[in-house]
C-alpha cells in the first residue's frame, strides 16, 4: 500500500477514494461491455476482467501523456480529473435527453439533421456548466475552471470572460 500512495502521490488516506472510483468505473464499464456481446455469466466474468484490464492499461497510458500536459499538483488528481470527464458526459446527457422531450423536439416532429444538432447543442451547453460544477465537487474547480475557459475562447465566446 506504501508503494502505491507513493507512486500516486496521496498524502492522506480520504485521497484514495479517487483510485477506487476509478477502479470501479473501469469495472462497471468492462462489465456493461462484456453484457453487450454475452450472455452465458461465465463468458461476462471472464471479459469482464479483460476488458477493465485493457481499459485499466489505456487509462494508464494516458496518464502518462497528459501527467505533463496537464499541469497538476499530485498523480491522484489526474483520477479525479478523468473521473470528472465520465460523470459529466453522461450526466450532461441524462439531462438534455428529458429536457428536449419536455421542449417538443423529437425525431418524428423535425427533421433529423436539425433533431441532432439541436440535440448536440443542448447537450454541449448542460456539458460546460456541469464540467465545472463537478470540477468543483471533486475538488478540481481551478483546472476546470481553466479548461472552460480555454473551451469557450475557442468556440469565440472569450469576450465574455472577465480576465
Do not use: C
Not at 507513493?6 to 480520504?14: D, P, V
Not at 472510483?21 to 462484456?34: D, E, N, R, T
Not at 441524462?94 to 423536439?105: D, Q, T
Amino acid at each position: 500500500m506504501k508503494v502505491f500512495k507513493q507512486r500516486w502521490q496521496i498524502q492522506k488516506n480520504w485521497q484514495l477514494l479517487f483510485p477506487i472510483l476509478g477502479l470501479l468505473g473501469l469495472l462497471y464499464s468492462g462489465y456493461k461491455l462484456a453484457n453487450l456481446f454475452f450472455e452465458n455469466i461465465y463468458f461476462k466474468i471472464s471479459f469482464t476482467i479483460i476488458i477493465t484490464y485493457l481499459l485499466l492499461k489505456v487509462t494508464l497510458f494516458l496518464f502518462s501523456k497528459l501527467e505533463d500536459k496537464w499541469k497538476v499538483t499530485y498523480r491522484w488528481e489526474l483520477i479525479a480529473i478523468f473521473i470528472v470527464f465520465a460523470i459529466t458526459g453522461s450526466s450532461s446527457v441524462f439531462i438534455g435527453r428529458p429536457l428536449i422531450k419536455y421542449i417538443g423536439i423529437t425525431k418524428e416532429n423535425l427533421n433529423p439533421f436539425i433533431y441532432w444538432i439541436l440535440y448536440i447543442i443542448i447537450g454541449l451547453i448542460f456539458y460546460q456548466v456541469l464540467l465545472v460544477f463537478y470540477g468543483w465537487l471533486f475538488g478540481q474547480f481551478h483546472f476546470f475552471w481553466n479548461f472552460e475557459k480555454k473551451m469557450l475562447k475557442r468556440f469565440g465566446l472569450g469576450r465574455f470572460l472577465n480576465e
